[in-house]
Nanobody, 119 residues
Framework: QVHLVESGGGLVQAGGSLRLSCAAS????????MGWYRQAPGKQRELVAG???????DYADSVKGRFTISRDNAENTVSLQMNSLQPEDTAVYYC?????????????WGKGTQVTVSS
């Protein structure tokens, strides 16, 4: 089992910044992906940014140039620096990790943290 603890969400004005952090604990071996998803009301959950073990990042087109994901393999943490936030970024943000097992890959989710951007 992998336990994820998120921090850093909150309320910010448009143009401001927030930094989300996620720490993984428990059976934290063979984690081949760590990333952030978000879900706004009436919309499906979408990948915001992800990073694999080698360090290669991937971003949604809507956040490229504004968000930066980083992963600390030694401490099993992943962070998301969010700059130039806009009201359209308002959503519940979820940390997720993927673990490789003999039965296949398993996804673990955090409980989510609310990010609200005011106009």
């Amino acid at each position: 089992q992998v336990h994820l603890v998120e921090s850093g969400g909150g309320l910010v004005q448009a143009g401001g910044s927030l930094r989300l952090s996620c720490a993984a604990s428990g059976s934290i071996f063979r984690l081949n992906f760590m990333g952030w998803y978000r879900q706004a009301p009436g919309k499906q959950r979408e990948l915001v940014a992800g990073i694999i073990s080698s360090g290669s990042p991937d971003y949604a087109d809507s956040v490229k140039g504004r968000f930066t994901i980083s992963r600390d393999n030694a401490e099993n943490t992943v962070s998301l620096q969010m700059n130039s936030l806009q009201p359209e970024d308002t959503a519940v943000y979820y940390c997720a990790v993927r673990q490789s097992t003999n039965r296949g890959d398993i996804l673990y989710w955090g409980k989510g943290t609310q990010v609200t951007v005011s106009s």
